[in-house]
């Protein structure tokens, strides 16, 4: 029998016996082999799977999957891994999918949901085989990743941020907003009608049926939750909604801080670049490292649930993440999940020289700055987790802008009308000439400090520019005209931490050193099933 468990500790490895010829293949590759069309065509002269096709509304490709796991022990695991079965429930059925426990009992019933031959009444779960001696630590990784405990994970009590409250305008300016640190804020959100209003029997209720983006996938706000409380996944899918105010009351429901108050890109009106989003996820789910988009900076709400935060300044590229040379591109090779699996813990080893970031976990009614620049992640703690984020540009951070928009035009995103450089100064000249003047100026004596590099030279000083190389990079225009400050000297010129908070925080600017060490951060893990 091919799964007689009767004989499981004299059976043989079951991969290299049961992949044959594909055995030559290592995991990743074998998985992506599975997942691409090349099975359309291992079935497509079989009438029968032609037949099957017809009938049940499946593809030749999801046929030949589901025969392929009947061929072997070892073809049976990689063929019913949940990444593979994801991909193709969302390429068939898009949104308009129940989720059922698991991506491939999902692909089932919808597939029997959309039949004209058969329902969902004929619909049967899997139930699993356990297979021995088998190996992969591909197939492993996911399942940890899916079953660490994220408190463990996460290092959810270090905590290296301020928390402010009653601060003023005017201070936080001083204190953050010039500097370009982050902060969060206490006594913000609880003053929003949307704290203690909005969790997820609130949305069913009044916007139940309405659609909402959950990353490529446009679904149900009803079905996405019913997806939330079943979901076992090392990367659930993450609602990230740019349309959440229209027909809607939502937008009646929080203020814009008055720290946040002056956003530049209005002069823009309705044509603005996207800015705003609400941003709900089970645990798990979350955004790898970016930088945010524009340049612009950013702050960040929790409505209820918690989020860890990794936070590091534009200066000091994330050890495990390779911007292109111009910045147009991230590679991250592993997860979110993977990446504080293989490098969080190797960060806060005793006599490491990776950089340190600022991270902390935002609970429900705080409010965290990101200042433009800054490389974050952000990992869900908690299930139904609610956030509302926007993007804007002060007169601190107009600079950084007007360089990104007019060196960088590919790379600028939410905006489709033209050029966004020339839009937006025509309509600062406009509307507000002295701070568009005062910005301008300010790039003039960049330039000229920077020596004779014009726009170029100060692309080159951007995090990834042209010009700059290593994992510390010079950023803003005031740092090309002083010393570049560690994050250490920059916490304890603004008293924002004391010394063995700045001690902890300290950025480890040797950019050989730390290359050399992103690659001792790996697990090595092996399981059977």
């Given at each position: 029998?091919?799964?007689?468990?009767?004989?499981?500790?004299?059976?043989?490895?079951?991969?290299?016996?049961?992949?044959?010829?594909?055995?030559?293949?290592?995991?990743?590759?074998?998985?992506?082999?599975?997942?691409s069309?090349s099975?359309?065509?291992?079935?497509?002269?079989?009438?029968?799977?032609?037949?099957?096709?017809?009938?049940?509304?499946?593809?030749?490709?999801?046929?030949?999957?589901?025969?392929?796991?009947q061929?072997?022990?070892a073809?049976?695991?990689?063929?019913?891994?949940?990444?593979?079965?994801?991909?193709?429930?969302?390429?068939?059925?898009?949104?308009?999918?129940?989720?059922?426990?698991?991506?491939?009992?999902?692909?089932?019933?919808?597939?029997?949901?959309?039949?004209?031959?058969?329902?969902?009444?004929?619909?049967?779960?899997?139930?699993?085989?356990?297979?021995?001696?088998?190996?992969?630590?591909?197939?492993?990784?996911?399942?940890?990743?899916t079953?660490v405990?994220?408190?463990?994970?996460?290092?959810?009590?270090?905590?290296?941020?301020?928390?402010?409250s009653?601060?003023?305008?005017?201070?936080?300016?001083?204190?953050?907003?010039?500097?370009?640190?982050?902060?969060?804020?206490?006594?913000?959100?609880?003053?929003?009608p949307?704290?203690?209003k909005?969790?997820?029997?609130?949305?069913?209720?009044?916007?139940?049926?309405?659609?909402?983006?959950?990353?490529?996938?446009d679904?149900?706000?009803?079905?996405?939750?019913?997806?939330?409380?079943?979901?076992?996944e090392?990367?659930?899918?993450?609602?990230?909604?740019?349309?959440?105010?229209?027909?809607?009351?939502?937008?009646?429901?929080?203020?814009?801080?008055?720290?946040?108050?002056?956003?530049l890109?209005?002069?823009?009106?309705?044509?603005?670049?996207?800015?705003?989003?609400?941003?709900?996820g089970?645990?798990?789910?979350?955004?790898?490292?970016?930088?945010?988009?524009?340049?612009?900076?950013?702050?960040?709400?929790?409505?209820?649930?918690?989020?860890?935060?990794i936070?590091?300044?534009?200066?000091?590229?994330?050890?495990?993440?390779?911007?292109?040379?111009?910045?147009?591109?991230?590679?991250?090779?592993?997860?979110?999940?993977?990446?504080?699996?293989n490098?969080?813990?190797?960060?806060?080893?005793?006599?490491?020289?990776?950089?340190?970031?600022?991270?902390?976990?935002?609970?429900?009614?705080?409010i965290?700055?990101?200042p433009?620049?800054?490389?974050?992640?952000?990992?869900?703690?908690?299930?139904?987790?609610?956030?509302?984020?926007?993007?804007?540009?002060?007169?601190?951070?107009?600079?950084?802008?007007?360089?990104?928009?007019?060196?960088?035009p590919?790379?600028?995103?939410?905006?489709?009308?033209?050029d966004?450089?020339?839009?937006f100064?025509?309509?600062?000249?406009?509307?507000?000439?002295?701070?568009?003047e005062?910005?301008?100026?300010?790039?003039?004596?960049?330039?000229?400090?920077?020596?004779?590099?014009?726009?170029?030279?100060?692309?080159?000083?951007?995090?990834g520019?042209?010009g700059?190389?290593?994992?510390?990079?010079?950023?803003?225009?005031?740092?090309?005209?002083?010393?570049?400050?560690?994050?250490?000297?920059?916490?304890?010129?603004?008293?924002?931490?004391?010394?063995?908070q700045?001690?902890?925080?300290?950025?480890?600017?040797?950019?050989?050193?730390?290359?050399?060490?992103?690659?001792?951060g790996?697990f090595?893990?092996?399981?059977?099933?």
């Open positions: 029998m091919l799964f007689d468990s009767a004989s499981a500790d004299a059976a043989p490895l079951a991969r290299p016996r049961g992949l044959g010829a594909f055995g030559v293949m290592d995991d990743h590759l074998l998985l992506e082999f599975l997942a069309a099975l359309h065509s291992l079935s497509s002269s079989s009438s029968s799977s032609t037949a099957t096709t017809t009938t049940t509304g499946a593809s030749a490709g999801d046929v030949a999957l589901c025969r392929l796991a061929t072997s022990r073809f049976y695991c990689f063929a019913y891994d949940e990444g593979l079965w994801r991909q193709r429930t969302i390429a068939h059925f898009g949104g308009a999918f129940v989720f059922q426990g698991t991506w491939r009992n999902t692909f089932k019933w919808c597939t029997l949901r959309s039949s004209a031959s058969a329902s969902t009444a004929a619909y049967v779960p899997d139930v699993y085989i356990r297979v021995p001696r088998m190996y992969s630590d591909v197939l492993y990784t996911a399942w940890r990743c079953s405990p994220l408190d463990d994970l996460c290092g959810v009590h270090v905590d290296n941020i301020d928390r402010r009653g601060l003023s305008k005017a201070d936080f300016i001083r204190e953050y907003g010039v500097p370009n640190l982050p902060v969060i804020l206490t006594d913000v959100v609880p003053q929003w949307a704290y203690g909005w969790n997820t029997e609130y949305f069913v209720s009044r916007y139940g049926d309405r659609t909402f983006r959950a990353e490529a996938v679904i149900a706000f009803g079905d996405y939750v019913h997806y939330m409380a079943k979901a076992k090392e990367s659930p899918l993450y609602l990230f909604d740019k349309r959440f105010a229209e027909d809607s009351d939502l937008a009646d429901d929080y203020v814009v801080p008055p720290y946040f108050d002056e956003d890109f209005k002069v823009l009106g309705d044509a603005r670049p996207d800015y705003r989003w609400l941003i709900i089970p645990a798990r789910s979350g955004s790898t490292f970016h930088v945010d988009p524009n340049s612009t900076s950013a702050w960040n709400a929790v409505i209820t649930g918690a989020k860890k935060w936070m590091f300044p534009p200066e000091c590229i994330p050890p495990g993440v390779f911007p292109s040379l111009d910045g147009s591109e991230v590679t991250s090779p592993v997860s979110l999940t993977e990446w504080f699996m490098y969080y813990q190797e960060i806060h080893k005793r006599g490491s020289r990776l950089a340190k970031p600022i991270e902390c976990v935002c609970r429900a009614g705080e965290l700055f990101v433009n620049g800054w490389w974050h992640c952000v990992m869900n703690l908690t299930d139904d987790c609610i956030a509302l984020t926007q993007n804007f540009v002060t007169s601190e951070n107009l600079v950084n802008v007007l360089d990104f928009t007019q060196g960088r590919e790379q600028v995103s939410g905006f489709c009308d033209g966004l450089y020339t839009r100064t025509e309509a600062l000249a406009r509307e507000q000439p002295d701070v568009l005062a910005a301008q100026k300010a790039r003039r004596e960049a330039a000229g400090v920077a020596g004779g590099g014009g726009l170029a030279g100060r692309l080159g000083a951007l995090p520019g042209p700059a190389s290593g994992a510390c990079k010079r950023k803003s225009p005031a740092e090309d005209q002083a010393p570049v400050l560690s994050i250490w000297d920059r916490l304890t010129a603004t008293g924002a931490a004391d010394g063995s700045a001690a902890d925080t300290a950025v480890a600017n040797d950019s050989q050193d730390q290359s050399q060490d992103e690659t001792s790996g090595t893990f092996s399981f059977g099933f």
